[in-house]
Structures are given as C-alpha cells and as structure tokens.
C-alpha cells in the first residue's frame, strides 16, 4: 500500500470484507492498524477469504484497489501419548516346541519407547530364548505420526510361555499405553478329520458297488464255495430234490451229443458242485420201472 499514498503521505482508507461480507473492526474479534487485520484468539470460524478494498486517485480519477487473502487455520499439535496398533488384546494357538515372532506396531514419535515384558519383567539382552529387535518409520508429513516396531523373537516355545502373556508397552512423556498376546494351546482341529473320514468312506463305497457290479456272480459263487460249510443248517422243505431237468432225446443218438453234454456234464457241474443244488435228472436219477409222475411230485 506504499505506493498509494496521497500528497499528504497518507494511506488510503481500507475497508475489510470476510467472504464477500463487510467486516466489523470492534477491536475485540478484529481491529485494524493501518494496512493490517489483526484477528484476536483465532479459531475455526475464522477460517475464510479476507479482503480489503482502497480507492486509489489519480490525475482526478478514482481506481478502485482489492486483494484478497485466503486465511487457514491449523490445529494446535498437542503432545499427545503414543498408540499401539497392534496386538490388540488377542490370543494366539501356537505348538509347543515351535519358532515365532511377536511384533509390536506402535504409532507415535520417534523419541517413544516400546518394548516386551514377560510376567512381569522386561526382556533380558542376555535371554538364550527370547530376543528383541527395533525398527523405525518417520513420517514426514506428521513426525508425531510416525512407525515404530518392536518384534520379540522366540527360538522356542517352552510350556512356561503359555502360563502368561507377552505383553507390549509403549509410552514417552506424556502417557503410556499396553498390549498383550496370550499364546494358548493349538484346539485340535476335528472338522478336517471328518472330512477324510467321510471322503474315504464314500471312496470306498463307490470302489465296492463298481467292483461288485463287474465280479457279482464270481463274489456269489466264492462266498458260496468257501463258506457253504459254514452256514448254519437250513430247515428242509421236504423235497427230496431242488429241480427236475426234463430235455428231449431223439432215438438213435449217442451219449456224446451235444445236448446230453449240457444235461449230464454243463448242468452237474454248474448247478449241483458250484451252486450247491440237487438236481434230478431224466435219464440218470430214475430207476427202470420207476413211476416219474410220483418222482416229480416228491
């Protein structure tokens, strides 16, 4: 604004707006100083566009002057205590005997400390079991914001682990914050051997009708054949026999034909030894003179 003073070396008279709104200058929210607005106790609702409006005359004529200036305000960084992220209170199942790593995520600065505590204790540097590694991540943006890692290693898991838990504190100066991961036994997991189980039987299943539905008839005769004996001794139904071959013989052909074959050589061999039948048979059960109608009917 210099360069607009007048003859008498005096600023022109300014007037401020706060979005496009005329602004009171009451000396308790605002006041003015020449050139300057000065904002008392800034807050949120101060946030805006300031701008201040002169007229400038030149050679008898009046110019009309504006700027306008965009105001923020920034929220006060308060110290604040650091955050674990992770664990959050939670169980783990691990085997006894096994190798884990414990990790520790705190949010926080990089001046924060965090580290493991075991009943009660913080972690011995010289511990054969247990050891501790730090990391760190700054956040550029919000160094307040920045990663911090504590990961415990443990080399072997003793069954003293699973009477209390491990637990992660973080804190700095203005506060402190824990965490903890009690490691529990692993819960046998049924539900995967029911699963093999009924996978198993229903290949068996499956295996058995196929192969019974190829070798039926050679299963029937074997179980016939090895267990016949066996069996308990079924009540006769008073026949003396179980069928009657009855077949057509032409005069004048020989014991050798192909019919007498099947009736005295196939049907024996097939029905009476492998099946277990008794069979009468024409020509070879009957007696000279027997009557075969009553034969039949016995």
């Known amino acids: 604004m210099e360069f607009f003073k007048n003859e008498n070396n005096e600023l022109p008279k300014l007037q401020w707006y706060k979005d496009c709104k005329p602004l009171l200058l009451d000396n308790i929210h605002f006041s003015g100083v020449k050139d300057r607005l000065i904002v008392m106790n800034v807050a949120e609702k101060h946030r805006g566009n300031y701008t201040c409006h002169a007229s400038y005359t030149y050679l008898g004529k009046q110019y009309p002057i504006t700027r306008v200036i965009e105001f923020i305000t920034l929220e006060e ?10 664990p959050a209170n939670e169980t783990m199942e691990v085997d006894l005997g096994s190798q884990i790593q414990l990790i520790c995520n705190v949010t926080g600065q990089l001046s924060d ?11 011995d540097e010289d511990d054969p079991v247990l ?7 700054e956040n550029p943006a919000n160094k307040r914001r920045s990663t911090l ?29 824990a965490a903890y991961i009690q490691l529990i036994y692993p819960v046998t997991n049924f539900q995967k051997h029911m699963i093999g189980i009924c996978v198993t039987l229903t290949v068996i299943i499956v295996c058995s009708v196929f192969i019974y539905k190829i070798f039926k ?23 003396t026999y179980d069928a009657y071959i009855l077949y057509p013989k032409t005069v004048g ?3 050798t034909s192909d019919c007498d074959i099947f009736v005295f050589k196939v049907l ?5 030894k492998q099946c277990g039948y008794k069979l009468f048979i024409y020509g070879r059960d009957d ?12």
């Open 77 to 86: 960084n308060k110290p604040t205590r650091p955050v674990i992220v992770s």
């Open 131 to 137: 050891g501790e590694d730090y990391y760190s991540v």
């Open 113 to 123: 400390i965090a580290y493991w505590k075991w009943n009660g204790s913080v972690i």
């Open 149 to 177: 890692i504590t990961v415990l290693n443990i080399s072997e898991i003793e069954s003293r682990f699973y009477k209390h838990p491990f637990t992660c504190f973080a804190k700095n100066t203005h506060g402190i914050d």
């Open 268 to 272: 024996p061999e097939v029905l009476e």
């Open 253 to 255: 052909e020989g014991s």
């Open 217 to 239: 008839i050679d299963i029937v005769l074997w179980y016939r054949d090895s267990c016949y004996d066996f069996l308990p001794i079924k009540a006769s139904d008073g026949k």
């Open 287 to 298: 007696y000279v003179g027997e009557d075969i109608v009553e034969v039949i009917n016995e």
